[in-house]
């Protein structure tokens, strides 16, 4: 078995939980070890670790990850993410610098799996009663399922360092305080992709298929072969196997994989697959998408893992429509995401949206694709007991104070139903994965490598036909290219704001071409017989260069140890 090259990471070591500040955490009354033999102690280590799963709702200094896409724009001018759309962010200033937070998590799983093994249970194992004998059995197969959780969490955070930085510093046990510093290196991205690989295989062997309801958001076997197959689909992707922007970097085994696409792409379908054939998961498409995304939506058969968050109103008072009270407004969907909504034509078929149609251009939100009335709130429809006024002097309009610059509010997570001024609260779960990426996952990686399967269409409409979308299947005879463009079409209706479109079109190297577009919306203007005028504007321009396609390593890290190497550009 290939031996890696593991590094003992060390750059945030001071800035991080260590093993006695997390005891002091949960108790200043104990010592190190007696907190490492604690049975107690080490089930709250473990919970601990999922607190470092980025949340996703709010991420980005108070935005959503969809306002540094070509999604939605933020309204808050002062909002970090603006950064990312006008291209002033760089290794000293990165909004979504996530480096220190991610190998935070990292330590805590390395100290947990460091220690976990030495949990006193003698108690229960030296006394011979049945039921303390059951609890000792009970406890041991907890600690080794806890260990299973580490090791899925940790190869996790390492998933989403990778995508961000590429190669990073790989390390599988707890920096000590006494390490040289000036001697850490990132490891090659194949080491980094063969890590994730491999500890996703091994946690999925100690990982249940489900749980009870009291354990629901926990790690399981489908949560840990779903990374093992998203981090395949990237190092498949043009971005891991093609350097030709970075420029004659001198370190290209930081940053793309040699070997082929073919049996990349093999490896990538398989892997989905295996999660789409689970035995016993209980897996499939929830009949209402809507739902999916507010409350107590944890416990669907489409989750495969989520981040499970306290009771709370915070996302509504940030994207409620300004026109209802405590509304800010903040995410709004843009026009370039709205137009990718296909039309419903009378004889059942599903065409592009075009502003050049004097039928689509007058009456643009009817018969859409049902997804964008379950994810956008647009003029005139019905939100929380009223017509939303997106026109000119309308409650939610134009001439209001940080009224949507783009015509457009964000329906997907916010649950309508609460009441700010009464302080209502509701669950929020944020959906790392669920069956529907996995379907196209596996559909874009089958199209790759074997055209013309079957299994391709079959996938990507059952999608698009679940129950309460119902969308016409695609046409048959696709050619290979034009089944790519279908794909990706569907990635973005589909998983809209849900934290994938910024990575798909990094992955897809494609995000010079969408990234660096105008940001567009849409102005309305009501007339005086009630009806309504939709003209599409530009909101904002937008940066993106090909040294974006990954971010640059914090300057802090390099500047402690030369021999981490920036990324290219930076």
């Known amino acids: 078995m290939k031996k890696y090259s593991y590094i003992i990471f060390f750059i945030t070591l001071l800035s991080i939980t260590s093993c006695i500040d997390l005891e002091r955490e949960l108790s200043t009354q104990v010592t ?15 919970n601990s670790i999922y607190t470092d799963i980025p949340e996703g709702y709010l991420e980005i200094d108070g935005a959503m990850g969809a306002s540094s896409s070509d999604e939605s724009e933020h309204t808050l001018e002062t909002s970090g993410v603006q950064k990312f759309n ?23 799983a390395n100290l947990f799996l460091e220690n976990s093994d030495n949990i006193d249970l003698d108690q229960f194992k030296l006394d011979p009663s049945p039921s303390s004998q059951q609890v000792y059995k009970n406890r041991l197969a907890e600690i080794e399922r806890w260990k299973s959780e580490a090791r899925f969490l940790r190869a996790y955070f390492y998933f989403e360092l990778v995508k961000r930085y590429g190669g990073v510093p790989l390390f599988a046990e707890a920096a000590s305080l006494d390490v040289n510093t000036a001697e850490v290196q990132r490891n090659s991205l194949q ?10 295989e091994a946690a999925a062997t100690g990982l249940p298929l489900n749980y009870p309801n009291q354990d629901l958001g926990r790690a399981t076997k489908g949560a840990a072969l779903a990374l093992k197959s998203r981090m395949l689909l990237y190092a498949a992707s043009e971005l891991f196997n093609n350097d030709s922007w970075a420029g004659g970097y001198s370190k290209p085994e930081l940053i793309s994989l040699d070997g082929s696409r073919d049996e990349k792409w093999k490896a990538a379908a398989d892997a989905a697959k295996e999660v789409i054939d689970l035995s016993g998961s209980g897996y499939s498409l929830h009949n209402n998408y809507r739902s999916l995304f507010i409350t107590n939506s944890f416990s669907y058969p489409e989750v495969i893992f989520t981040r499970r968050n306290s009771s709370s109103n915070g996302f509504e008072q940030e994207n409620y429509p300004v026109g209802y009270d405590l509304g800010k407004g903040n995410t709004t969907p843009s026009q370039n995401l709205v137009d990718s909504y296909e039309v419903l034509t009378n004889e059942n078929k599903a065409i592009p949206f075009d502003w050049d149609n004097p039928q689509h251009a007058s009456n643009p939100y009817s018969k859409r694709d049902p997804r964008l009335n379950l994810t956008v709130i647009f003029n005139n429809s019905y939100y929380k007991g009223r017509n939303v006024q997106l026109y000119e002097g309308g409650l939610d ?26 302080g209502q609260r ?38 698009r036909q679940r129950a309460g979308v119902k969308m016409p299947a695609i046409p048959s005879g696709l050619s290979q290219g034009e089944m790519r463009e279908r794909i ?82 930076w």
């Not at 006008?86 to 190998?103: A, E, K, R, T």
């Not at 990094?506 to 309305?524: F, H, Q, T």
């Open 32 to 46: 190190e070890e007696q907190a490492n033999n604690s049975y107690d102690f080490s089930l709250s280590r473990i």
């Open 426 to 463: 509701s669950v929020k779960s944020w959906h790392i994965f669920r069956l529907s990426e996995i379907f196209l996952s596996y559909a874009e990686a089958l199209n790759e490598y074997n055209p013309g399967n079957p299994d391709i269409a079959t996938y990507v409409n059952m999608v």
């Open 191 to 200: 080491e980094c992709i063969d890590f994730i690989v491999s500890e996703s």
């Open 488 to 569: 990706i079409h569907e990635r973005r209706v589909e998983l809209a704001f849900e934290g994938y479109r910024s990575w798909d079109l990094r992955r897809w190297m494609l995000a010079e071409e969408y990234l660096s577009l105008p940001l567009r919306g849409v102005d309305i203007v009501r007339t005086d017989d009630g009806g309504f005028i939709y003209t599409p504007i530009i909101v904002e321009n937008r940066v993106f260069e090909a040294r974006m396609y990954l971010y640059p390593i914090p300057l802090g890290e390099t500047l402690i140890s030369e021999k981490i190497i920036q990324n290219p550009g």
């Open 397 to 422: 309009g134009e001439g209001v104070v940080n009224a949507s610059k783009t015509g457009y509010y964000l329906k997907k997570y916010s649950y309508e139903y609460l009441n700010l001024l009464q």
């Open 86 to 108: 006008n291209g002033s962010w760089n290794s000293v200033d990165n909004p979504d610098n996530l480096w220190g937070q991610l190998y935070r998590g990292i330590r805590k």
